[in-house]
């Protein structure tokens, strides 16, 4: 019999968390539960009755960890639907606003025929606030909707939301954030930051792949352009039947993410001053970070030679977007940042809640000896956004 795929995974050092995050066992024990519910949460007899309880229990947790209205948080499959459908629904009569950097989710959601346009980011992948303002100022305009994510799934950078917000509010433009990465590892609230919309993934917190949420400030329209049409379920919003153990278990996993923190800053700096160390460069070292995230660039050597070597030594690691079709290409966000050659020699490594200190050291002794050996390396400046 040939050898499965997975052999040996359960002894690789997992440090991917940005694409997925491994699964809570909380969560896990949440998602057991609900599935042992029959009923649908939108049957009115009793076992109806007890999923639409746990249903909105689990709206309940994500809405007021999340600084939002219980009414204006609506259940999708993902983030990824969480950022269409916020598109969808407030782009009509607005001009599109997208960063350059954001995740293909947004980047390709935004719908036809709709009046797009980008916001530079400077060499460190933050949004350049003056021409934000200049694109907002513009007299005569349609009013915009300004797409952004809270922290870059490859670089761990933030971008400065508070000023952001205030822009958006001076002007009156709708802030959608994109707080894929950042919800669970850094303080996310809807209302306080002044968010029209955010949009959220269980994934990324330990919970299950499957479910997400939409999450609306204000008198949001109750139909919001839905892009699943059906029986009528989150309020007209979004068409079908809720997947109530994906929805527990994120909610679980929201819970325990916000509790329970970890402290990856020490891991993550000890492994890049060693990586610079041995001549790599850590894009958007210069501007706040996601305290788990690390996007390591190797002069002379391809990210997808560095996978494979890392792969074959026992680490799960990635270069980019986890979402593009198991490709590995240059990064549009390091583009963006202006880093050339460096935007296809890049590899990003994100730490797991569950990660242990041991971990970190055997994949930082691995990534200088792969460093070392590497043809056309050397010495670096440091430059720009470069450390």
Wanted: charged share 20%; glycine share 12%.
């Amino acid at each position: 019999m040939p050898p499965s795929p997975d052999d040996g995974a359960a002894h690789a050092v997992y440090l991917d968390a940005n694409a997925t995050e491994p699964l809570r066992p909380s969560a896990a024990a949440a998602m057991l539960e609900a599935a042992g519910l029959t009923g649908n949460p939108s049957s009115v007899h009793a076992q109806g009755r007890r999923a639409r309880a746990l249903l909105e229990e689990a709206r309940a947790v994500v809405a007021r960890r999340l600084d939002a209205d219980l009414l204006n948080c609506v259940f999708t499959s993902g983030g990824t639907e969480a950022n269409v459908l916020a598109l969808h629904g407030f782009a009509p009569g607005r001009r599109v606003l997208v960063g350059r950097t954001e995740h293909d989710a947004v980047r390709m959601g935004v719908p036809e025929g709709a009046a797009l346009e980008w916001l530079e980011v400077d060499a460190f992948g933050q949004v350049r606030l003056d021409l934000l303002e200049e694109t907002l100022a513009r007299p005569h305009a349609l009013p915009a909707l300004v797409c952004l994510m809270l922290a870059n799934n490859e670089t761990g950078v933030l971008h400065p939301m508070a000023e952001v917000a205030r822009l958006c509010a001076r002007y009156g433009a709708h802030l959608h954030g994109d707080a894929v990465q950042a919800v669970g590892r850094m303080d996310v609230a809807l209302h306080a930051g002044g968010f029209g919309s955010l949009a959220c993934s269980g994934h990324k917190l330990g919970g299950p792949k499957g479910a997400g949420a939409l999450l609306l400030a204000g008198p949001a329209p109750r139909a919001l352009s839905p892009l699943f049409v059906g029986g009528g379920q989150e309020q007209g919003r979004r068409g079908g039947t809720q997947a109530l153990p994906a929805i527990a278990g994120m909610a679980r996993a929201l819970e325990e993410a916000l509790d329970t923190q970890p402290h990856h800053a020490p891991l993550r700096d000890a492994l890049e001053r060693a990586a610079c160390a041995a001549g790599a460069v850590v894009c958007g070292a210069g501007a706040p970070r996601l305290a788990n995230t690390s996007c390591l660039a190797l002069p002379g050597l391809r990210a997808q030679g560095q996978l494979m070597r890392l792969d074959l030594e026992g680490f799960c690691v990635s270069a980019g977007s986890a979402c593009s079709s198991g490709k590995v290409a240059s990064s549009h966000v390091l583009e963006a940042m202006g880093l050339e050659e460096l935007a296809g020699q890049a590899i990003r490594v994100s730490l797991p809640w569950s990660v242990r200190a041991e971990d970190v050291e055997r994949f930082t002794a691995t990534y200088v000896r792969l460093a070392a050996g590497r043809t056309g390396g050397g010495a670096i400046s440091v430059a720009g956004g470069l450390v």
